[in-house]
């Protein structure tokens, strides 16, 4: 069985290469199925790693208050859900002195500006760092880390210091690269900052450079970007994930004191906790995966189509040559797996190939994406699997159709 099974798939490999360009043909539109599926997971799965990574940062025992929950604000006819009214300063203030729920820290802050242009001795910085107005506790609560210097303390924040922290960024390959960064001063809209401390390299999400960042005191921030409806996010963060639940239902209450609204009146802010975020995401990247497959599934159908319709053709041409093996004595099993091995070769070749162009494409849609690649190892195996099936099911019937052939009408065929 082992010799016959050897001989069949050195039969299959010279057929393949005195058909070199039907074989390339060939294998190129299993690829194209492959690849449309690996491509497409991968890049799935770059988009779920990134954004999981980016939100688990914040850490499960977390909770924000925002103008809105983390939804989509119309509903499915159209209708548009309450307009709620921004965080203004005085309400973040407001809770934050009120809310007093054991072992919670709650962080006030907002984006001063997307477009600050930081100047440091006689260079500049485009006008692309964003300027964050923060207090003492924005580091811990959103997942950030000091990795140079220190953070803001509370001395800082009520005296409102002209002190900064900078992102990563300003000391990788910016204004700072070439010297110490702490007790440098940097210029904000003409207001010299001291540098004391250096955050974490955290990477883009969406086009959007965490590292080009610069955080102020808060109160700094109002003074220096004044506008009209700034928008607050209060950010509480508690020790124990386990009362975590509890101090989100104090969270709301206390928010709904401060907005005055009585018993009968749905709540007019959000409350979005870190874990929710993740868990959202979880259910977006997997449609996302289901529709990928499907879409995958349906290209390889049109492939194995394809390829069905291939061995066909060669069966045909080769009816010469099925007569003269059959009256030499193979059998119709012989025949049957010659041409079933070919096709499986040929759906396997088209699968690596289809796998590897799949995974280039991934990465190259990441990196423009500015997501984190990751080796698709399922969408491999799914590839490997799929490739297999697509060239068992259109090897079948050209093997069986090979096998029935009749020697003698064979032989009599041309």
């Not at 990788?172 to 955050?199: E, H, T, Y």
């Amino acid at each position: 069985m082992n010799g016959v099974f050897r001989e069949n798939i050195k039969i299959a490999l010279g057929s393949i290469r005195s058909q070199l360009l039907r074989t390339i043909l060939t294998i190129l539109i299993i690829a194209l199925g492959i690849m449309a599926l690996v491509g497409i997971l991968s890049v799935v799965s770059a988009l779920d790693n990134t954004l999981n990574s980016k939100f688990a940062a914040m850490g499960s025992n977390t909770f924000n208050i925002n103008q809105y929950e983390f939804k989509n604000r119309r509903r499915g006819g159209g209708e548009v859900d309450q307009i709620n009214p921004i965080i203004s300063y005085p309400e973040a203030k407001a809770f934050k002195e009120k809310y007093e729920y054991p072992a919670t820290q709650t962080a006030v802050y907002f984006t001063a500006t997307a477009k600050a242009e930081i100047k440091f001795e006689n260079e500049k910085t485009d006008p692309s760092i964003s300027v964050l107005g923060v207090d003492e506790f924005y580091v811990p609560n959103t997942g950030s880390e000091v990795i140079q210097g220190r953070n803001f303390n509370v001395f800082d924040v009520a005296n409102n210091r002209y002190v900064c922290l900078v992102g990563n960024a300003f000391v990788k390959d910016g204004l700072l690269k070439n010297v110490n960064p702490i007790d440098q001063i940097i210029s904000v809209r003409g207001a010299k900052f001291r540098v004391i401390g250096v955050l974490k390299e955290k990477g883009s999400t969406f086009g959007n450079n965490q590292d080009q960042r610069v955080m102020i005191p808060i109160q700094i921030a109002r003074s220096l970007f004044s506008a009209p409806s700034i928008n607050y996010t209060i950010s509480t963060m508690v020790s124990r994930k386990e009362i975590l639940d509890a101090a989100i239902d104090n969270a709301r209450l206390t928010m709904r004191r401060v907005r005055h609204l009585n018993p009968v009146e749905d709540n007019n802010f959000g409350i979005s906790r870190s874990d929710d975020l993740v868990q959202r995401i979880a259910e977006m990247t997997g449609t996302l995966n289901i529709s990928a497959f499907v879409i995958g599934l349906i290209t390889i159908l049109g492939s194995s189509i394809a390829l069905m319709n291939i061995m066909i053709v060669s069966v045909t041409e080769r009816t010469r040559e099925i007569g003269v093996r059959k009256s030499l004595g193979a059998k119709r099993s012989t025949i049957a797996w010659q041409f079933f091995m070919e096709t499986l070769v040929i759906g396997q070749l088209g699968g690596l190939v289809g796998m590897i162009l799949g995974m280039l494409i991934g990465y190259l849609f990441a990196s423009l994406l500015d997501f984190d690649f990751t080796i698709p190892w399922m969408a491999m195996i799914t590839a490997v699997i799929t490739s297999f099936i697509v060239a068992v099911v259109s090897g079948l019937y050209p093997a069986l159709k090979a096998s029935k052939l009749d020697p003698v009408e064979a032989l009599r065929y041309e």
